[in-house]
Protein backbone atom coordinates (compact mmCIF):
# COMPACT_ATOMS: atom_id res chain seq x y z
CA UNK A 1 0.00 0.00 0.00
CA UNK A 2 0.97 3.64 -0.55
CA UNK A 3 1.09 5.76 2.61
CA UNK A 4 2.13 9.63 2.59
CA UNK A 5 2.14 11.45 5.81
CA UNK A 6 2.65 14.11 6.87
CA UNK A 7 3.66 16.55 10.07
CA UNK A 8 5.17 19.62 11.28
CA UNK A 9 2.07 21.84 11.28
CA UNK A 10 1.14 24.15 13.83
CA UNK A 11 0.12 27.51 14.99
CA UNK A 12 2.65 29.80 14.57
CA UNK A 13 2.62 33.73 14.58
CA UNK A 14 3.15 35.92 11.37
CA UNK A 15 6.99 36.24 10.33
CA UNK A 16 8.29 32.74 11.96
CA UNK A 17 8.85 29.64 10.52
CA UNK A 18 7.71 25.71 10.32
CA UNK A 19 9.38 22.77 8.54
CA UNK A 20 6.86 20.30 7.30
CA UNK A 21 7.72 16.95 6.09
CA UNK A 22 5.86 13.63 4.38
CA UNK A 23 7.23 10.60 4.64
CA UNK A 24 6.40 8.24 2.02
CA UNK A 25 5.70 4.43 2.07
CA UNK A 26 5.21 2.16 -0.86
CA UNK A 27 6.33 4.18 -3.25
CA UNK A 28 9.61 5.70 -4.18
CA UNK A 29 9.13 9.51 -4.78
CA UNK A 30 12.37 10.37 -5.89
CA UNK A 31 11.18 8.76 -9.18
CA UNK A 32 8.68 11.24 -9.80
CA UNK A 33 7.04 15.28 -9.34
CA UNK A 34 6.30 15.22 -6.06
CA UNK A 35 5.10 18.43 -4.47
CA UNK A 36 3.04 20.57 -1.75
CA UNK A 37 -0.81 21.79 -2.24
CA UNK A 38 -2.56 23.89 0.13
CA UNK A 39 -6.53 24.49 0.63
CA UNK A 40 -7.09 27.29 2.91
CA UNK A 41 -11.36 27.60 4.24
CA UNK A 42 -13.81 28.67 0.77
CA UNK A 43 -10.73 28.62 -1.37
CA UNK A 44 -9.94 26.17 -4.27
CA UNK A 45 -6.72 24.00 -3.96
CA UNK A 46 -3.34 25.47 -4.79
CA UNK A 47 -0.25 23.80 -5.63
CA UNK A 48 2.42 25.69 -3.84
CA UNK A 49 5.48 23.70 -4.68
CA UNK A 50 7.24 20.69 -6.21
CA UNK A 51 10.03 18.86 -6.96
CA UNK A 52 10.50 16.77 -10.16
CA UNK A 53 12.85 13.86 -10.45
CA UNK A 54 15.77 15.53 -11.43
CA UNK A 55 15.55 17.73 -8.63
CA UNK A 56 13.89 21.19 -10.57
CA UNK A 57 11.97 22.98 -8.11
CA UNK A 58 8.79 25.52 -8.64
CA UNK A 59 6.81 26.91 -6.76
CA UNK A 60 3.71 29.53 -6.89
CA UNK A 61 4.30 33.14 -7.21
CA UNK A 62 3.01 33.63 -3.84
CA UNK A 63 5.45 31.92 -2.06
CA UNK A 64 8.25 32.09 -4.02
CA UNK A 65 11.47 33.30 -2.13
CA UNK A 66 9.84 32.61 1.44
CA UNK A 67 9.30 28.30 0.84
CA UNK A 68 11.72 25.41 -0.09
CA UNK A 69 10.84 22.32 -1.28
CA UNK A 70 13.59 19.72 -0.67
CA UNK A 71 13.40 15.77 -0.95
CA UNK A 72 15.96 13.26 0.85
CA UNK A 73 16.15 10.15 -1.26
CA UNK A 74 17.62 7.90 1.06
CA UNK A 75 14.69 8.44 3.48
CA UNK A 76 11.88 8.95 1.14
CA UNK A 77 10.91 11.84 2.36
CA UNK A 78 9.99 15.65 0.70
CA UNK A 79 9.79 18.71 2.91
CA UNK A 80 8.68 22.22 2.52
CA UNK A 81 10.82 25.00 4.78
CA UNK A 82 8.50 27.91 4.92
CA UNK A 83 9.67 31.21 6.22
CA UNK A 84 8.22 34.68 6.83
CA UNK A 85 5.06 33.06 7.08
CA UNK A 86 1.47 35.70 7.31
CA UNK A 87 -1.86 34.74 7.33
CA UNK A 88 -2.80 34.18 4.07
CA UNK A 89 -0.60 30.98 4.39
CA UNK A 90 -3.17 29.73 6.83
CA UNK A 91 -4.19 26.25 5.16
CA UNK A 92 -4.18 22.78 5.59
CA UNK A 93 -1.28 21.71 3.33
CA UNK A 94 -1.07 18.13 1.44
CA UNK A 95 2.10 16.12 0.37
CA UNK A 96 1.30 14.87 -3.43
CA UNK A 97 3.02 12.40 -5.77
CA UNK A 98 2.00 11.94 -8.86
CA UNK A 99 3.32 8.18 -10.09
CA UNK A 100 3.51 6.50 -13.43
CA UNK A 101 4.39 3.05 -12.40
CA UNK A 102 2.83 0.56 -12.39
CA UNK A 103 0.06 2.81 -13.88
CA UNK A 104 -0.19 6.58 -13.00
CA UNK A 105 -2.04 7.54 -10.13
CA UNK A 106 -2.12 10.44 -7.74
CA UNK A 107 -1.20 9.87 -4.32
CA UNK A 108 -2.15 11.97 -1.46
CA UNK A 109 -1.93 12.38 2.43
CA UNK A 110 -3.78 12.97 4.78
CA UNK A 111 -2.99 17.30 5.47
CA UNK A 112 -1.30 18.63 8.05
CA UNK A 113 -2.71 22.29 9.53
CA UNK A 114 -0.79 25.47 9.11
CA UNK A 115 -2.28 28.58 11.22
CA UNK A 116 -0.66 32.08 10.87
CA UNK A 117 -2.69 34.08 13.37
CA UNK A 118 -1.56 37.11 15.79
Known amino acids: QVYLVESGGGLVQPGESLRLSCVASGIFISAYTTGWYRQAPGKQRELVAT???????NYVDSVRGRFTISRDNAKNTVALLMNSLNPDDTAVYYC????????????WGQGTQVTVSS
Open 96 to 107: NTKAKYPSSSDY
Open 51 to 57: ITSGGTT
